[in-house]
């Protein structure tokens, strides 16, 4: 029924995207597994890209030839650089996206990318031999080979969802969990362990009063975050400010006894720098209000991402507090908030390469390496991607220097270091964050991506030129002669 595949990947979100593509682009006959076709690279939590260091990392996956940065360009709703009255080395891109629109492209450029097939089922255990992966088996008993084998399973391994003193099994809202392959994994000798995420409740934004917010719109002249030709924005939507206040804190509080995470049921670790807001008013009870972004889902929708607010509170404190936030007295909730526990494996069982140590061509990359975050997850397995390719290919491992990239410095610190928390990728962790800025990722990476046959041939065209016209630009600041006549003359005047 199937062929043998060079590289299977396990999971279609955005680390399973890329590392799909980066294959198939590069010559391997790749099959991606997922078990749902219609959540393709889904945005589970907020609908948005980039930002402080993320915004480097999707501009240097576009550089050596990922599809993030077309993808996120594609499905903008609104754009703006962040931190412009810091210096360059901290300025950040940050679109806000469609979210259906975001899953569509994606799905519509994996299945336009030769050598890509699909299957939409669980995958429950690895076909090993001779401490080599030679294959997958499905929940069907279906036995798939492959050379090499990925797994971006986010969120999905054995999840747990919260929501007060409810949980139950899931990999994402209305989504079931996906089972064995932890257990084996285990029995293997890999270590694994828990973490914890979450997610704010979904509004319907009919029943909100934006004139009680204030309005946060794009950048006048927005930019896009593609080296290639994608076409920038004519048109944005805003996003708004507001802020909880004491109300919302006292309704909040009321449901502390019926919380999972203060009750102890949920185990996992969760990201210290995206914490729930009953934690926030928890550790930080001397601040009278956290501020909420209120973030638009598509063009052509009016659910509302309510940024700042995620929750596993029960649904009607969730409610209860919700309405007391300026702006959304009347609020309607499509959804409520909730966490996740779901296994991870610490990745200082990886080599450079994200190979695992234990088990040959057998890779992993996303969330169940300890990271948090789209954009960490896609940056992952876009080298997962290139690295199981060129393992089947015998060729050398694909290593990004921390000086060369914020993608070396995220897997430097998750190999060497590894992490007992959601890791977060900020400028603070590249220590040559000054060379490694936004605006020159197609200079530092594009060369290799083209070596490596991701990065085509008119994207080297450009950046040559690009390289070609400083080289010219800078002789000619070198040659410059200025009389200090004249520059005192011009002074007084």
Not at 14 to 25: D, I, K, T
Not at 128 to 155: C, F, P, W
């Amino acid at each position: 029924m199937f062929p043998k595949y060079d590289v299977i990947v396990v999971g279609a979100g955005h680390a399973g995207c890329e590392a799909a593509a980066a294959a198939a682009n590069m010559g391997s006959k790749v099959l991606l597994v997922t078990m749902n076709m219609n959540t393709i690279a889904q945005m589970s939590c907020n609908p948005a890209m980039g930002g402080v260091a993320k915004g480097q990392i999707v501009r240097e996956i576009d550089a050596l030839g990922g599809f993030s940065g077309i993808i996120s360009d594609k499905s903008m709703l609104q754009f703006r650089m962040l931190n412009l009255s810091k210096g360059p080395a901290m300025w950040s891109p940050r679109t806000q996206n469609d979210r259906m629109r975001f899953a569509e492209e994606w799905r519509l450029a994996l299945e336009q990318t030769p050598n890509i097939d699909f299957w939409q089922e669980m995958a429950v255990e690895l076909i090993i031999k001779d401490k080599r992966v030679v294959g997958v088996k499905t929940a069907l008993g279906l036995e798939i080979l492959g050379k090499a084998v990925v797994l971006t399973n986010g969120t999905f391994l054995n999840g747990k969802i919260h929501i007060g003193e409810k949980s139950f099994g899931g990999g994402r809202a209305a989504e079931r969990n996906a089972t064995g392959l932890t257990e084996q994994l285990v029995k293997l000798g890999f270590e694994s362990g828990r973490m914890k995420t979450g997610t704010p409740p979904r509004i319907d934004g009919r029943t909100l009063n934006y004139k009680l917010m204030e309005e946060q719109p794009g950048d006048e002249n927005p930019g896009k975050f593609s080296y290639s030709n994608t076409k920038p924005l004519e048109r944005q939507l805003s996003c708004w400010i507001t802020y909880t206040n004491e109300s919302v804190h006292r309704e909040l509080e009321k449901g502390f006894d019926q919380s999972p995470m203060f009750q102890g049921r949920i185990k996992g670790l969760g990201p210290r720098y995206c914490p729930s807001i009953e934690d926030k008013i928890n550790r930080f009870a001397e601040r009278e209000r956290h501020q909420i972004f209120v973030e638009p889902e598509g063009w052509n929708t009016v659910e509302i991402y309510v940024n700042g607010f995620s929750t596993s509170l029960p649904e009607n404190i969730q409610y209860q507090a919700i309405t007391k936030i300026p702006g959304f007295e009347n609020a309607k909730m499509f959804r409520p908030g909730y966490a996740i526990e779901y296994d991870y494996f610490p990745p200082t069982q990886l080599k450079m390469s994200l190979e695992t140590q234990l088990i040959d061509n057998l890779y992993f990359a996303g969330q169940i390496n300890g990271t948090t975050g789209y954009e960490e997850a896609a940056c992952q397995g876009l080298m997962a991607g290139i690295n199981a390719h060129n393992k089947i290919h015998e060729k050398e491992p694909f290593v990004l220097k921390r000086s060369e990239a914020y993608i070396g410095v995220l897997i430097d610190d998750l190999v060497n270091k590894g992490t007992q928390e959601p890791y977060r990728m900020f400028t603070s962790r590249a220590e040559y964050r000054i060379l490694l800025r936004q605006d020159n990722a197609d200079l530092r990476l594009t060369e290799q991506g083209h070596k490596l046959g991701l990065a085509k041939d008119d994207r080297l065209d450009k950046v040559l030129d690009k390289k070609n016209d400083l080289a010219r630009l800078s002789r000619e600041l070198k040659e410059m002669r200025l009389s200090l006549k004249l520059l005192i003359k011009n002074s007084i005047n």
